[in-house]
């Protein structure tokens, strides 16, 4: 348990630094006072980690609120619309994460999640539901018409096929597969649509997002493989393939090369 928990820490380390990283360039450019938050509560966490004091994880979903309440006052002053609204989704997500996150931490078992199971959940929410889908609605800042509306809306579609998942896990199967094949299917196609609109530059973005797109095939996959019984094998060095390859290349690979995609494509503002 005790090298699980330090994988799986070394991996929310990432997250931490990363969904952090992506709002502060993309979502909340003129505020300072997110960049000092985001500073200030990485390091009571990582001193919380270090001294084992888990109180300090509140840091996080403290900074994580303030990131909402930022961007709600940013851009809603001036009205609502389908783009400041599904830009908004991933910092809920950021929220849920953070609250998983010091529930594991603090041995809150959190609907009966001990501390692992709390942090997987913590790194869905960071990876899958802050960077990933911050990055797609990001996409829909290069594209136009019905394909950037798109884009914006699985933003909305990929939160309900997450509250399938979780009501589905201890409630009704048919519920969480629904879930899983639907953000199985959408990731892949959303990604490989913005990797293909970059072919004609081949510039580093392009080869960025293909690199993730192998990625998300590869990992999807895994899951589904996973989560209708063929996997095989089913484990990797000696550890389960969906605790250690399929999050390690979501998390080190697909999810992080996507990102710097956008990064790089000077069509993304």
Known sequence: M??????????????????????RKFFLVHSKIYNYSHIMAF????????????????????FCLLGLFLYLRENF??????????EGVPLIFSIIGSIWLFSGANDL???????????YASLHSHFLGWILIGSLTLIARSRQGWIKNFYLMSAFL??????????????VPY???????????MTPLLIGLYSFS???RKNPSFYLSTVSLIGILFTAYLAAANEFGFLSPRLF???????SLHGLINGLVAIPSLFLAIVFDDRIK
């Open 2 to 23: 005790t090298s699980e928990l330090n994988y799986l820490n070394s991996l929310l380390t990432i997250a931490l630094i990363l969904g952090p990283l992506m709002t």
């Open 43 to 62: 390091m009571m966490v990582a001193v919380g980690f270090v001294l084992n004091l888990p109180e300090l994880y509140l840091a996080w979903p403290v």
């Open 77 to 86: 002053t001036d009205g609502i619309n389908l783009k400041t609204l599904a």
């Open 109 to 119: 078992n959190l609907l009966g999640y001990n501390r692992a199971w709390s942090y």
């Open 158 to 171: 990929f939160l309900i096929l997450f509250l399938l998942i979780a009501f589905g896990i201890d409630g």
């Open 175 to 185: 519920i969480k597969r629904i879930g899983a094949v639907g953000i199985l299917l």
């Open 198 to 200: 970059l072919l004609p």
């Open 237 to 243: 060095l000696g550890v389960p393939i969906m605790v």
